[in-house]
């Protein structure tokens, strides 16, 4: 059974970071396109972030472009979420998602954790 916990949100100043972390059991993250959605209130959960298996590319909304990380743990079966210059407008729960078709579907997502960036 794949599961996905992710942690690290909380309630940040805009300008500050934060790191997420997913923490998978039941697949290898190194051995699928794993990635990063979010969902603010009132709107439709959008794709943040994506890291392709093995040593394939990293991918990003241009709304994150440049301010978000997104990068693999193998040894802990990881998928982090680096977080800098957070603005109001990240504010969102943020989830974990493994097996990425594309941008808009996923096969395995974690419950969510919710960032908050105050202004």
């Known amino acids: 059974q794949v599961q996905l916990a992710e942690s690290g949100g909380g309630l940040v100043q805009a300008g500050g970071s934060l790191r997420l972390s997913c923490a998978a059991s039941?697949?290898?993250?190194?051995?699928?396109?794993m990635g990063w959605f979010r969902q603010a209130p009132g709107k439709e959960r959008e794709f943040v972030a994506g890291i392709r298996w093995h040593a394939g590319g990293t991918y990003y909304a241009d709304s994150v472009k440049g301010r978000f990380t997104i990068f693999r743990f193998s040894v802990k079966n990881t998928v982090a979420l680096q977080m800098d210059s957070l603005k109001p407008e990240d504010t969102a729960v943020y989830y974990c998602?493994?097996?990425?078709?594309?941008?808009?579907?996923?096969?395995?997502w974690g419950q969510g954790t919710q960032v908050t960036v105050s202004s």
């Open positions: 039941g697949l290898t993250v190194s051995n699928y396109y």
């Open positions: 998602a493994a097996n990425l078709r594309d941008t808009s579907w996923a096969e395995y």
